[in-house]
């Protein structure tokens, strides 16, 4: 009898789950259930469509159900929700009545978006971002507006921001915490990119949270600090919680950032025993950091393809593990790009750890070539032990490479000594100074270290 391997969740960690899978085991018979119409997009470009940078929203679509069924012999059974699974019996239960036997399942409902409970969150004209259909709708609805207030001032929010003023919106941006992309970036980084951002006629109210959406039919304002902010159109970018629906059903273990818990070959808990045959991945589970003992929840498409991986191997009978997540995440907003990885210092105070920081200005080419863009470089490392455990970078240019970069280095434990004299960084003058911003920064937090600055 050929393996049953049922995955629930047609995102990134749910896919690759199910084609690694066939990878492994050729005869397996694999299902794939999503609640959603489509499959095979990134969220992340459904932004880059709202906006029009990507001509329409079936380019985002990588793969349809009928290719993975053509190509891959996986079934995919769309806009067919699983309403339970018995994990003793092994039996997905589908919302339509049917049900369908298991072997090896693997769970990756991803995330949801978090809406914070306030009154008129309901009214027409509030928006959340994350699927085609929510994108089609927005970008519809945004033809009749002008005016955007936009709720969080992470990531999400910020690319929404600037995509909506592309479009010529006025757009206002309400924060909570004092800075943009709170904790995942340090005030100095966050505060370039905000003056960034205003330079492109976006406006930030922050420390503010919202309190309340007004309107009689439709969103007519958003109300915070107690003022009010007149627009047509409020869009909630108040962070992902871990879609815990199947898990709490299922009766698996949830850890304390309320994701699932999970174990290094992906396997949740149950009574605080290692479960057989199911495997989690993806947005709703949180995993070891790589950057210092403890739990992180990485929410990243690049996180999600790599966790997927390793449940597809451990469900097709083979076996893989995930050590950890450094979770290095890059942005484009405007004319600039920031980017992180490992540990900011908001985070390392979170894991208890003492820091310094290292940080230079730097050009993103030879100062004598032209075309050159301001670089920042900062780097963090463990004030006892020297090794690195986060960057950022903000700059007009080129900060994928050099983020990539850090991240080996922090992947291999490396000390700010060992990175000063071993990391060498390729060189030509359209690509970098002869000594990179990264190295500068790494320069001066050894200073820092040895106490000679
Ligand atoms: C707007 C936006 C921009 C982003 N930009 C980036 C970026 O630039 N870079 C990056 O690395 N990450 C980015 N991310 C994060 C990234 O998209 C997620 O980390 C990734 O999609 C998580 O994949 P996943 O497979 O865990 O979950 P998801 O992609 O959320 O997939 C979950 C799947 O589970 C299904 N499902 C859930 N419950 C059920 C059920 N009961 N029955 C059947 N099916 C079910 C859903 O239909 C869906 O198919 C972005 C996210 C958003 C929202």
Avoid at 61 to 66: K, V
Avoid at 190 to 214: R, W
Avoid at 252 to 257: K, T
Avoid at 307 to 324: C, H, L, S
């Amino acid at each position: 009898m050929p393996r049953k391997i049922v995955v629930i969740g047609a995102g990134g960690a749910g896919l690759t789950a199910a084609s690694t899978a066939r990878e492994h085991n050729p005869e397996a018979k694999i299902d794939v259930f999503t609640e959603d119409e489509y499959i095979a997009y990134s969220p992340c470009a459904v932004i880059y469509a709202i906006e029009g940078v990507i001509e329409d929203f079936d380019s985002i679509i990588m793969h349809t159900p009928e290719y993975y069924g053509k190509k891959r012999n996986i079934s995919v059974h769309t806009k067919t929700k699983v309403a339970s699974v018995d994990v003793d019996k092994k039996i997905v239960n589908v919302a339509d009545g049917t049900s369908m036997p298991y072997d090896a399942l693997v769970l990756a409902t991803g995330g949801r978006m978090f809406v914070p409970p306030i009154e008129g969150v309901k009214l027409p004209g509030v928006y959340t971002i994350k699927h085609v259909a929510e994108g089609k709708a927005m970008k519809a609805a945004l033809k009749k507006t002008d005016c955007v207030v936009i709720v969080g001032a992470g990531v999400i929010g910020l690319m929404m921001a600037v995509a909506v003023r592309n479009l010529g919106k006025k757009v206002t941006v309400l924060e909570r915490y004092p800075n943009v992309i709170p904790r995942i970036i340090d005030e100095d980084m966050s505060a370039i990119v905000q003056k960034h951002c205003e330079g492109l006629g976006i406006k930030f109210v922050m420390g503010t949270p919202i309190t309340a959406i007004k309107g009689k039919e439709k969103v007519e304002s958003a109300v915070a600090g107690g003022k009010e902010y007149p627009c047509g159109m409020v869009i909630m970018a108040t962070g992902v919680r871990a879609n815990l629906e199947l898990p709490n059903q299922m009766g698996l273990e949830i850890g304390q950032l309320g994701a699932v818990r999970a174990s290094t070959t992906l396997q949740p808990y149950r009574n605080d025993h290692l479960v057989s045959d199911i495997y989690v991945a993806g947005d709703m589970i949180m995993c070891e950091s790589a950057a210092t003992p403890g739990p992180i929840m990485s929410q990243l498409g690049s996180t999600a393809v790599r966790q997927g991986r390793v449940a597809g191997i451990n469900a097709a009978g083979g076996y893989a593990t995930y050590p950890a997540a450094l979770s290095p995440w890059v942005t484009y907003l405007g004319e600039i790009q920031a980017a992180g990885t490992g540990l900011s210092k908001g985070l390392a105070e979170y894991f208890g750890l003492s820091i310094v920081e290292g940080k230079a200005v730097g050009l993103t080419r030879a100062r004598y070539y032209p075309g050159g863009k301001e670089i920042t470089a900062k780097i963090i490392a463990d004030k006892e032990t020297h090794r690195i455990l986060g960057a950022q970078l903000v700059g007009g240019e080129e900060v994928t490479g050099r983020i990539n970069w850090m991240t080996g280095a922090i992947l291999n434990n490396v000390t700010v000594e060992e990175f000063v004299t071993s990391y060498e960084n390729a060189y030509c003058p359209p690509t970098s100074m002869v000594k990179d911003v990264v190295n500068q920064a790494a320069e001066v937090l050894m200073a820092k270290l040895n106490g000679s600055k």
